[in-house]
């Protein structure tokens, strides 16, 4: 079985960053690494869940949300995978910049009632800003 690209990156190698992993069918796929991987600093669950809220939500409602397709965490608990239509590889970034930043400025973490979320109990916002002000700190620097 092939491997996929993010598999073929050196884990021991990587740094909170972010990163074009490749493109297909005009979907590139972006690794927004907050954390060393194996370094064992890892996002808390409830801050993974609040910044997946925080970030779906922001984005599909920015200008580029006609060229949003996906936005998870990563099972290791070390970032995001963000795949994006169409859109070339510094746009992706700004974008993600701003709405990052977008994010830092909400009360509540969207979706979080019971009704709309199938792990309503397990949220943290200020662990979630934490971890999103840490990231834009990287993006900034590099």
Do not use: W
Request: aromatic share 12%.
């Amino acid at each position: 079985m092939d491997n996929i690209k993010s598999f073929e990156l050196d884990h021991d190698k990587l740094v909170p960053g972010f990163y074009f992993l490749g493109e297909a069918h005009k979907v590139g796929t972006y690794d927004l690494r907050f954390k060393k991987p194996n370094a064992g600093d890892y996002i808390s669950y409830a801050a993974l869940h609040s910044v997946e809220h925080l970030f779906a939500v922001v984005i599909r409602n920015s200008e580029v949300k006609d060229k949003v397709v996906y936005f998870g965490p990563m099972g290791c608990r070390t970032g995001f995978y963000l795949l994006m239509y169409d859109m070339p590889e510094a746009e992706v970034r700004a974008a993600t910049v701003a709405c990052l930043e977008r994010c830092l400025t909400l009360d509540e973490v969207p979706g979080r009632e019971r009704k709309q979320c199938g792990n309503y109990l397990e949220h943290d916002l200020e662990g979630a800003k934490r971890e999103i002000a840490a990231y834009l700190e990287v993006l900034k620097r590099g």
